[in-house]
């Protein structure tokens, strides 16, 4: 079967997160999203992982499931680890998932063994070096999964400009293999990452990282398979086809891993953010409101021309520096709204979307939090079978019987690409909108429209 998946979320125990991060209401918003399997995110802050524990139970699966829903859940966290190693400071997120409450609690024990604070952030900051907690959470479970989060961003992604790594295997050395995959992040899309050699064994994926309930699901993945925890493992893994008997000694571990990873589970493609809404999209400062491309650079250089210090390097500048091949190696086409790889076909594609509240928002021209445009919102997904399916299968006049022929009219702007786009830089996040400046809104229509008297 295939399933979505959004695993990089966080609790209400993050900073800058919103209180309404709870199960109850993850589940809700999980069903009007078109989202199957959530990440709980946090589960190493004791007063989450309590509450888990309380509102969650195994299923037999792997996964997590609340009484009576058929929306399941993940064990995972988000780690930000800030270190030095020889002789460079590194600071690097990373995700993890669990396959259970034994193991989650096997690697919670290991961090506070070596002093680590779990319980002031949901997602903790550590003195701990990635390929230590590689390597603690592999003795917790082999069946944990380990990716490196947003993986371009430039002060805590792994191949970010100011994070300290130039590849996977500076950084985890002699543990690379079991690095499966890594997270896109909002700056980056799968194409992007393409261009790396080093990845082109290990899976794309991509998730929200959501702060807020309407969030979820701006970035996901979709996989296919058995839909259980083992089956969503696979998928990830398979890519990397781990040789047995690698030379880790896995304490704790039930089975030795599996070279040949038996069965069709795979990651079939991704929701992409579009990259230049991104916070760090592009090169510059917003200080001195300089925002550079690559192109730019070439000639200008990186020195700030106001400031004169350094330019904050954006993900897209990163990735010409670093990447084995170019774009046009990749022969990247939209093939009725999947961008795929002709150069590199078994890659899976990827589509890009606009959230439906933007759309919605842009549409009556309210802000995305209003109550009206919530209220539409909910209207619609809950209609016509979540957020997922309205932007992409049903059809467009069957979304105006709904909500209108403006809101039909974004939702088939958003499938055909035709946006307006400003790409973001150095912490301001970049502009993507439905409708070019001057172009009427719905409640400007109204208005506008001749006032009709009761007997015309």
């Keep these: 079967m295939s399933y979505v998946a959004d695993l990089h979320i966080h609790s209400r125990y993050s900073r800058a997160c919103s209180p309404q991060l709870n199960i109850p209401n993850l589940v809700e918003w999980a069903k009007y999203k078109g989202i199957n399997v959530l990440g709980t995110g946090d589960f190493l802050?004791?007063?989450?992982?309590?509450?888990?524990?309380?509102?969650?139970?195994?299923?037999?699966?792997?996964?997590?499931?609340?009484?009576?829903?058929?929306?399941?859940?993940?064990?995972?966290?988000?780690?930000?680890?800030?270190?030095?190693?020889?002789?460079?400071?590194?600071?690097?997120?990373n995700?993890?998932?669990?396959?259970?409450?034994?193991?989650?609690?096997?690697?919670q024990k290991s961090l506070l063994v070596r002093r680590a604070t779990l319980g002031s952030d949901g997602r903790p900051i550590v003195g701990i070096p990635s390929k230590e907690l590689l390597r603690l959470a592999l003795e917790a479970s082999d069946k944990a999964i380990f990716v490196p989060s947003h993986a371009w961003t430039p002060w805590f992604g792994i191949f970010g400009s100011e994070s300290g790594y130039d590849s996977l295997e500076e950084c985890f050395e002699d543990l690379t293999q079991y690095i499966y995959g890594v997270e896109t992040g909002l700056s980056s899309d799968p194409a992007m990452n393409w261009r790396i050699k080093e990845l082109d064994n290990r899976s794309i994926v991509s998730f929200s990282d959501a702060h807020s309930l309407p969030n979820l699901g701006r970035e996901s993945t979709v996989f296919e398979g058995e839909f259980t925890y083992d089956g969503f493992w696979r998928a990830i893994a398979k890519p990397s086809v781990i040789p047995a008997n690698a030379g880790i000694q896995l304490t704790g571990s039930s089975s030795e891993l599996d070279p040949r990873l038996r069965g069709d589970d795979k990651?079939?493609?991704?929701?992409e953010?579009?990259?230049?809404?991104?916070?760090?999209?592009?090169?510059?400062?917003?200080?001195?409101?300089?925002?550079?491309?690559?192109?730019?650079?070439?000639?200008?250089?990186?020195?700030?021309?106001?400031?004169k210090r350094g330019l904050t390097v954006g993900v897209m500048e990163r990735v010409e520096k670093i990447a084995g091949r170019s774009n046009e190696e990749l022969g990247t086409r939209n093939e009725e709204g999947i961008i795929k790889s002709t150069k590199y076909p078994n890659r899976p594609g990827y589509r890009m979307l606009v959230p439906l509240h933007q759309v919605i928002a842009e549409a009556f021209g309210n802000a995305p939090t209003s109550q009206r445009v919530l209220n539409e919102y909910k209207k619609l997904v809950t209609t016509?079978?979540?957020?997922?399916?309205?932007?992409?299968?049903?059809?467009?006049?069957?979304?105006?019987?709904?909500?209108?022929e403006r809101i039909a009219e974004g939702v088939d702007r958003v499938r055909g690409g035709n946006l307006v786009i400003d790409p973001g830089y150095d912490g301001v996040?970049?502009?993507?909108?439905?409708?070019?400046?001057?172009?009427?809104?719905?409640?400007?229509?109204?208005r506008e429209a001749p006032q009709l008297g009761l007997f015309d």
């Design 273 to 307: 953010f579009y990259p230049e809404e991104g916070k760090y999209h592009y090169t510059g400062h917003r200080n001195c409101n300089v925002k550079y491309t690559p192109d730019d650079t070439k000639l200008k250089g990186t020195i700030c021309p106001v400031c």
């Design 429 to 446: 996040y970049g502009v993507v909108k439905i409708w070019n400046h001057g172009e009427k809104t719905m409640e400007e229509e109204k």
């Design 95 to 107: 995700l993890i998932f669990m396959p259970d409450f034994a193991s989650a609690q096997v690697f």
């Design 45 to 93: 802050h004791p007063l989450w992982l309590a509450e888990l524990k309380k509102d969650l139970t195994e299923d037999g699966s792997g996964f997590l499931t609340q009484d009576g829903s058929e929306i399941k859940f993940v064990l995972t966290v988000e780690i930000a680890s800030m270190y030095s190693q020889n002789g460079r400071g590194r600071r690097v997120h």
């Design 267 to 271: 990651v079939v493609g991704t929701i």
């Design 384 to 404: 016509l079978g979540g957020e997922i399916k309205v932007l992409t299968k049903i059809s467009i006049d069957e979304i105006a019987k709904i909500s209108g």
